[in-house]
T-cell receptor, first 113, second 113 residues
Framework: SQQGEEDPQALSIQEGENATMNCSYKTSINNLQWYRQNSGRGLVHLILIRSNEREKHSGRLRVTLDTSKKSSSLLITASRAADTASYFCATGGSNFGNEKLTFGTGTRLTIIP | NAGVMQNPRHLVRRRGQEARLRCSPMKGHSHVYWYRQLPEEGLKFMVYLQKENIIDESGMPKERFSAEFPKEGPSILRIQQVVRGDSAAYFC???????????FGSGTQLSVL
């Protein structure tokens, strides 16, 4: 199984601080993705990092990937109340194959105003 | 461009009844995925379909559950003779061929009384 495991399970920080979440996975990957889920809603894609990339930025998001340790981290800088949500990493999928995405158990992030 | 549409948003069934969940993918997307989410948990893969084909159903229970994605019309997840343990949020996602990034619907919350 390529299921990711996020760490920590829950994180509470003050608004303006940075939030870091980690994801570990078990087997080789083509890419790793991060998704956000607001309460009661579907998941929203945030960022995709390919196996040959080490770091990627998108706005206030920074994702790193260490394939030797089979781990990734998601950093949200200058957090806002609207960032309160659950964050999931996902592995699987490929450019050409018919491979499902497998999601981790998620990190529940709470931003305290 | 409308997103992934799921209906109904909420579905209440009594034990032994049938539940039919519908998913219309985004325009141009030929791949559909169904996931189940229990409260405070991650998403569990159920089935991956292309038009008229089941690609991967490794996450589907062997009995009572079925899925289809016909040439015309939405994808349907069907649960026969529902039991209380089927109560969960069911999410559909779609993607263009080659799946990488998934686009999620808002989910159907199934409650079995």
């Amino acid at each position: 199984s390529q299921q990711g495991e996020e760490d920590p399970q829950a994180l509470s920080i003050q608004e303006g601080e940075n939030a870091t979440m980690n994801c570990s996975y078990k087997t080789s990957i083509n890419n790793l993705q991060w998704y956000r889920q607001n309460s009661g809603r579907g998941l929203v894609h945030l960022i995709l990092i390919r196996s040959n990339e080490r770091e990627k930025h998108s706005g206030r998001l920074r994702v790193t990937l260490d394939t030797s340790k089979k781990s990734s981290s998601l950093l949200i800088t200058a957090s806002r109340a609207a960032d309160t949500a659950s964050y999931f990493c996902a592995t699987g999928g490929s450019n050409f194959g018919n491979e499902k995405l497998t999601f981790g158990t998620g990190t529940r992030l709470t931003i305290i105003p | 461009n409308a997103g992934v549409m799921q209906n109904p948003r909420h579905l209440v069934r009594r034990r032994g009844q049938e539940a039919r969940l519908r998913c219309s993918p985004m325009k141009g997307h030929s791949h559909v995925y169904w996931y189940r989410q229990l409260p405070e948990e991650g998403l569990k893969f159920m089935v991956y379909l292309q038009k008229e084909n089941i690609i991967d159903e490794s996450g589907m229970p062997k009995e009572r559950f079925s899925a289809e994605f016909p040439k015309e019309g939405p994808s349907i997840l069907r649960i026969q003779q529902v039991v209380r343990g089927d109560s969960a949020a069911y999410f559909c996602a779609s993607s263009p061929p080659g799946p990488e990034k998934l686009f999620f619907g808002s989910g159907t919350q199934l409650s079995v009384l």
